[in-house]
């Protein structure tokens, strides 16, 4: 039927598709494309979501790094993430329980029945899914393990998750917390953004990974808490837990945070500034 | 005045263009275009070879990696790279001898007078400018301390450069080796196809990066020959030669070794396959 194009600044990924499997105008515009090269494909409000080649490059890295920094996560909480990726990844951890916090309910219903990349992981008894604005949950939920972010780009319906605000429920309501941080290449005023906005978490730390549908193919995440960085620990923990994995490996997850140079110096500059202000 | 696209194989990366700054067709179709968001940008065959604005992740990591598994690297050989910014990397190592063996003199031509990304290396004494067949010119040549291969993707005028025969004679000439390896992702064929015809290489190793304007952004490296991964040795050579880099650092060097399952995974296939059948 032609291509899908999504446009960044001064460029664009093409992916050809061959139909259009459903489409939602609600909160958000949800469409699932089936792709040529790519399997199934989700776009909301024109931004490309995941794909099924892809998906796991992502929600692993968003999931595995935060949870095997935790010893013992039981108690989870992903805000986002609707699609159903991410608790995918985190019930191979085993945990008790696993509260999905979407606000779009469409986005919940629409993957379970044409997506389905989820691994049943919507319809497992563990897995308690709550329509609700992720900040106002957060005003009023009990402490979690970890916590973790699996929102769109900044917009209308999600930017509530990425003010002071937002950073500072979270804090007081987990040991770990993660969140997709936005494209360093293309998106720096977001990636910077979050980066300062976060800064009640003192110790926060970006890490990078490969995602190559999402634009020009760098991924960033934010990282806080009580976290281990040692590789034995993580790689111990990978293998108690027995976890399978298309993308991550504990070798790449201490790897993720090595930064370019370039990057290196965004960050310092962000937290400096911070430093200079406080002084 | 438009859009620039190049397709792979059921996507395609557009790129804003404001200018075609010059275009020679010979061996080679050789455009340079001033692009609204990533600077300057050299196509050949149709094939993005870089933009000002990441050229340097790309080159870096081709050029650094192999140069500081070398304890003293002052001989070097470029084939291809008629760009000139490999050699103004390498020339970062302080070299006694920088030969640049590329087929297409036009390359060269046009790349230092429109898009100067050299920083002078291709007027530089220590540079000698080979108009010549890379394999031809290897049949010939004498021992270098380190062989770069900057080659564009395979095509009838590079094709030479990526079998058997080559690699053979490579292996002869040098200590330490590095070829680009295409795209891991939607180029796997070209990845494996030099993975194989590699194999007089015993100890050869794929490192990968991100370069964002190459075909979904993960690009990979094969080296190969008397190579240390160690990390103190190669980061008191860095800072001993005293290379100043926008991407690279040592602790990436050392962590784009680290591959993700998958991609292990292919690697691992291939090598075995050979293993297999001279057993």
């Given amino acids: 039927m032609g291509w899908f194009v999504e446009y960044y600044n001064g460029c664009g990924l093409k992916i050809k598709v061959i139909d259009k499997i459903v489409e939602h105008r609600g909160i958000q515009r949800i469409e699932i494309y089936q792709t040529e090269s790519f399997g199934k494909m989700l776009v909301i409000d024109g931004k490309i979501q995941l794909t099924e080649f892809d998906e796991a490059f992502y929600h692993e890295m968003?999931?595995?790094?935060?949870?095997?920094?935790h010893p013992n996560p039981k108690n989870v909480l992903i805000i986002g993430g609707g699609d159903?990726?991410?608790?995918?990844?985190?019930?191979?951890?085993?945990?008790?329980?696993?509260?999905?916090?979407?606000?779009?309910?469409?986005?919940?219903?629409?993957?379970?029945?044409?997506?389905?990349?989820?691994?049943?992981?919507?319809?497992?008894?563990?897995?308690?899914?709550?329509?609700?604005?992720?900040?106002?949950?957060?005003?009023?939920?009990?402490?979690?393990?970890?916590?973790?972010?699996?929102?769109?780009?900044?917009?209308?319906?999600?930017?509530?998750?990425?003010?002071?605000?937002?950073?500072?429920?979270?804090?007081?309501?987990c040991d770990v917390f993660c969140c997709q941080s936005q494209s360093p290449t293309i998106q720096l005023n977001y990636f910077k953004e979050i980066l300062k906005n976060s800064k009640v978490f003192e110790n926060r730390r970006i890490y990078i990974s490969y995602v190559p549908t999402y634009p020009l193919g760098l991924w960033s995440f934010l990282i806080a808490g009580e976290l281990s960085l040692n590789f034995k620990k993580i790689n111990r923990r990978y293998r108690k837990r027995k976890i399978k994995t298309i993308y991550y490996n504990?070798?790449?997850?201490?790897?993720?945070?090595?930064?370019?140079?370039?990057?290196?110096?965004?960050?310092?500059?962000?937290?400096n500034e911070r430093r200079g202000r406080n002084a």
């Fill in 84 to 173: 159903g990726g991410a608790a995918r990844e985190v019930l191979k951890h085993n945990p008790d329980r696993v509260v999905i916090v979407e606000i779009d309910e469409k986005v919940i219903e629409l993957c379970k029945n044409y997506l389905k990349i989820d691994g049943n992981a919507l319809s497992d008894e563990r897995v308690e899914i709550v329509i609700f604005d992720g900040k106002e949950f957060l005003k009023k939920a009990k402490d979690f393990d970890v916590i973790i972010v699996d929102s769109t780009d900044p917009s209308p319906v999600s930017m509530s998750l990425f003010d002071e605000e937002f950073f500072s429920l979270a804090k007081d309501r």
């Fill in 62 to 69: 968003l999931v595995h790094v935060p949870m095997l920094s």
């Fill in 250 to 271: 504990p070798e790449i997850h201490i790897s993720a945070f090595n930064l370019p140079n370039w990057l290196k110096e965004v960050v310092d500059d962000v937290l």
